[in-house]
């Protein structure tokens, strides 16, 4: 049952083997080294006429429109309660509470979350925190593949570009 991650070996695949939930708190700690700017415009002036640097590239993700439409509905009913309608968590979410247990995090991209391949946040979702110590409840006989898939573009949708492109680099989509 180990789940660690290591943060400084990009090469090695992790044998992050199946492990759900994550026990690794320390959060955030890659630096976002390469900071994904494809920075050619050196002129700093503006010009419409320019429509290749003015359409921001935008970042190609997994998930399409409707993932996210319908996420946010499986979202709003299953998950918000706990995680914010925005998936915004809970701020303090390194802090246990007086219980010992740990509160919802946020899934925005500001916590933890990204740090887990699709697979790996799919069979949270799919199991619980239960099974390891925590307190969130299983979804296995709630929600269909879709529907947890879908959960997951909504959140990861809240995600800024340079977290989701590291959370891929780190072979997110596994
Ligand atoms: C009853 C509150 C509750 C509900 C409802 C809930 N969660 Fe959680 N969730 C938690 C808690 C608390 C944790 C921290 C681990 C634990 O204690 O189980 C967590 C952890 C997670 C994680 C791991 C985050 C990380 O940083 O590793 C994911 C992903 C997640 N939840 C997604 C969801 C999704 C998607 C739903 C809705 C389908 C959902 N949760 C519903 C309370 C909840």
């Known amino acids: 049952m180990t789940r660690q991650y290591t943060f400084t070996t990009p090469a090695i695949l992790l044998l ?9 708190r320390a959060g955030g700690q890659d630096s976002d080294q390469d900071s994904n700017q494809t920075s050619n415009n050196n002129s700093v002036t503006a010009t419409p ?8 590239p935008a970042t190609r993700r997994w998930y399409t429109q409707d993932h996210v439409t319908l996420g946010k509905t499986v979202f709003l009913e299953h998950c918000a309660r706990c995680h914010g309608e925005n998936a915004e968590g809970t701020p303090d979410w390194k802090q246990t509470l007086p219980d010992g247990n740990y509160p919802p995090p946020p899934l925005n991209g500001t916590a933890h979350a990204w740090h887990h391949p699709l697979s790996v946040l799919r ?8 099974p390891l110590g925590g307190t969130m409840p299983a979804f296995a006989d709630k929600l269909n593949d879709d529907e947890i898939y879908a959960a997951i573009a909504y959140f990861q949708s809240k995600w ?5 492109n590291a959370w891929e680099k780190r072979d997110g989509l596994r």
């Open 123 to 130: 069979s949270s979702i799919l199991e619980g925190g239960i």
């Open 49 to 56: 006429a320019s429509p290749v640097t003015a359409a921001a």
């Open 160 to 164: 800024r570009d340079d977290i989701y």
């Open 16 to 24: 992050a083997a199946l492990a759900g939930g994550c026990s690794d």
